[in-house]
């Protein structure tokens, strides 16, 4: 830590030249101001100016904070350091123009430094009390950059593959099926073909421009090309390219009113995922419990199969059907408004399967969503009581939802094989784990009013006071009210105002197993984090 003469307080490296930046005091101003007439007269980090003002000697080489412009003004080392910078970096830090001391930020009570502590000028026990909290928050992060102490989990079948089952890797397979394996750009006749269907598809424009550029006297012949039309292009790409599920156009009927919903089968897209190549080697497959400390003290969550949900349901599983190999489901929905005026609207409803790394699920170019379905966007203007249209809207999005499911009821309890892209089969239990959505969607998926928590009792006039602990619902009474839906109307209403819930014609997620629908609800960190909060 250094000291700063003109207060007599002691701070972190870059807490001290913050407070430099930032004090009132006339005292430290005054070492400021020295410090940058020292430094026009030299620039030596080692000159006897640093010693004297008690600045950190890292802090002039490096020029940060005491008003020195860049490396250039103290001639800090070899030219050639000044051209190491990349691109990215010019880009990350605004080019030439780049000083290496951060913007000054407005002066708040109690803070004078991102790192440096500077106590209230009369309460010095204030600021001890704030510099333990520091230092005690620092150790923790420490903690938890360092490599885990992992714990297996004990039972050596769960996860494992299927024995003496073996199928041929997918790009051999593909291979296989081409008509000409020695040419790399099949089904494509050269690397120009392909780099222009590559172009239309990605980033041409549209199929009936492209039909006219083609019908251009000369131009499919020079450059090659194995289609004449948009309408060819299309048809290599489904007969010759790998397979991805097709949509399937449903009618769904609700309240006497028939609605069209274009969707894939949930299986298929989770055979998908599982069994592309490009994941192969980074699946997660098993369990494990990962901690900061070899005494197994301090438990930590890195990855989705380090979490204490898919332990205790790969315990549960195993009880029954030992073997078994987790495909934890993710989904995503949420209404979006296609134009700025009139009233296009999609409703896409994504997947992705928890064996993904997050590094691989968070980043579009892996690839590791898949679109799953388009769900209705009616209103139902036509429906006048604003009760009734609210029902039916809900009743809606569940039955859509309970046609996406279904084949997880049977495939999460018995199992169904699914081949890895390496050619490896598993015994795989898809299962319902979470749903990463924003609150209206999250109030609509769990049958809640809106404005109440969507996973635990809370009063809506406690939400957001911090007060204290309510536990989860309870999902057992919610389904024993929701088992009265076929029977006396009043009933099963009065019983579904008591369990806290809509009154929702069989929700999509009744009959799913090891399915918790209130544990599944994830935090909505864009809308109530990042613009609630911050």
Same mark, same amino acid.
């Given at each position: 830590m250094d000291h700063c003469p003109g207060c007599g307080k002691w701070f972190y490296p870059h807490g001290y030249l913050n407070h430099l930046q930032q004090t009132h005091k006339p005292e430290c101003h005054a070492i400021l101001a020295r410090s940058h007439g020292d430094l026009s007269e030299d620039s030596d980090p080692d000159s006897e100016a640093g010693d004297h003002l008690d600045v950190p000697q890292e802090a002039l080489a490096g020029g940060g904070g005491l008003?020195?412009?860049?490396?250039?003004?103290?001639?800090?080392?070899?030219?050639?350091? $000044?051209?190491?910078? %990349? +691109?990215? *970096? @010019?880009?990350?830090? #605004? =080019? !030439?123009?780049?000083?290496?001391?951060?913007?000054?930020?407005?002066?708040?009570?109690?803070?004078?430094? $991102?790192?440096?502590? %500077? +106590?209230? *000028? @009369?309460?010095?026990? #204030? =600021? !001890?009390?704030?510099?333990?909290?520091?230092?005690?928050?620092?150790?923790?992060?420490?903690?938890?950059?360092?490599?885990?102490?992992? +714990?297996?989990f004990p039972s050596i079948e769960a996860g494992a593959p299927i024995a003496n089952i073996h199928a041929v890797p997918k790009y051999e397979s593909y291979q296989k099926g081409?008509?000409?394996?020695?040419?790399?750009?099949?089904?494509?006749?050269?690397?120009?073909?392909?780099?222009?269907?590559?172009?239309?598809?990605?980033?041409?424009?549209?199929?009936?421009?492209?039909?006219?550029?083609?019908?251009?006297?000369?131009?499919?012949?020079?450059?090659?090309?194995?289609?004449?039309?948009?309408?060819?292009?299309?048809?290599?790409?489904?007969?010759?390219?790998?397979?991805?599920?097709?949509?399937?156009?449903?009618?769904?009927?609700?309240?006497?009113?028939?609605?069209e919903m274009y969707s894939r089968n949930i299986i298929d897209c989770i055979k998908y995922l599982f069994g592309d190549p490009e994941f192969a080697p980074h699946l997660h497959l098993v369990p494990e419990r990962h901690f900061t400390d070899a005494a197994k003290t301090n438990k930590v969550v890195h990855e989705m199969n380090?979490?204490?949900?898919?332990?205790?349901?790969?315990?549960?599983?195993?009880?029954?059907?030992?073997?078994?190999?987790?495909?934890?489901?993710?989904?995503s929905s949420d209404k979006?408004?296609?134009?700025?005026?009139?009233?296009?609207?999609?409703?896409?409803?994504?997947?992705?399967?928890?064996?993904?790394?997050?590094?691989?699920?968070?980043?579009?170019?892996?690839?590791?969503?898949?679109?799953?379905?388009?769900?209705?966007?009616?209103?139902?203007?036509?429906?006048?009581?604003?009760?009734?249209?609210?029902?039916?809207?809900?009743?809606?999005?569940?039955?859509?939802?309970?046609?996406?499911?279904?084949?997880?009821?049977?495939?999460?309890?018995?199992?169904?094989?699914?081949?890895?892209?390496?050619?490896?089969?598993?015994?795989?239990?898809?299962?319902l784990a979470c749903l990463p959505m924003d609150y209206q969607e999250q109030v609509l998926a769990a049958g809640i009013k809106t404005g109440l928590c969507p996973c635990c009792s809370i009063p809506q006039d406690e939400i957001g006071e911090g007060g204290d602990e309510y536990p989860i619902r309870d999902l057992n009474k919610v389904l024993e009210a929701l088992n009265k839906a076929d029977g006396d109307p009043i009933e099963f209403k009065n019983a579904c105002k008591e369990a806290g819930i809509k009154p929702i014609y069989h929700p999509f997620w009744e009959e799913l197993p090891y399915t918790h629908i209130f544990c599944s609800i994830t935090p909505d960190i864009l809308h109530q984090l990042y613009q609630g909060v911050i």
């Open positions: 008003g020195v412009e860049n490396d250039k003004e103290q001639g800090s080392g070899d030219p050639e350091d $000044e051209d190491e910078m %990349d +691109e990215d *970096e @010019d880009l990350m830090y #605004g =080019g !030439d123009d780049y000083q290496e001391w951060e913007a000054l930020i407005p002066e708040q009570p109690g803070r004078q430094g $991102e790192m440096g502590i %500077d +106590e209230p *000028e @009369d309460d010095c026990q #204030g =600021g !001890d009390e704030l510099y333990r909290a520091q230092e005690a928050r620092w150790a923790a992060e420490e903690a938890f950059r360092k490599t885990p102490v992992v +714990e297996p081409l008509t000409n394996p020695d040419n790399p750009w099949a089904p494509f006749s050269s690397q120009l073909d392909w780099e222009v269907a590559r172009w239309v598809k990605l980033r041409g424009p549209g199929s009936e421009a492209f039909n006219e550029l083609l019908r251009i006297d000369g131009v499919c012949g020079h450059l090659g090309l194995s289609y004449r039309s948009t309408q060819q292009l299309n048809n290599i790409i489904d007969s010759s390219l790998p397979k991805v599920p097709k949509f399937e156009r449903e009618l769904v009927v609700v309240g006497g009113e028939v609605f380090s979490c204490r949900w898919w332990w205790n349901t790969q315990k549960a599983i195993e009880t029954n059907t030992p073997g078994a190999t987790i495909v934890p489901v993710l989904v979006t408004q296609l134009t700025d005026f009139g009233r296009k609207m999609a409703y896409p409803v994504y997947l992705t399967i928890g064996n993904l790394p997050k590094e691989l699920r968070r980043k579009p170019s892996h690839h590791g969503h898949i679109l799953l379905a388009h769900l209705p966007c009616t209103r139902l203007e036509h429906v006048t009581n604003k009760a009734a249209r609210r029902r039916m809207l809900a009743n809606l999005y569940h039955s859509c939802m309970g046609r996406i499911f279904g084949p997880l009821r049977e495939a999460g309890t018995q199992g169904v094989r699914m081949f890895r892209g390496d050619g490896v089969a598993h015994r795989c239990h898809p299962i």
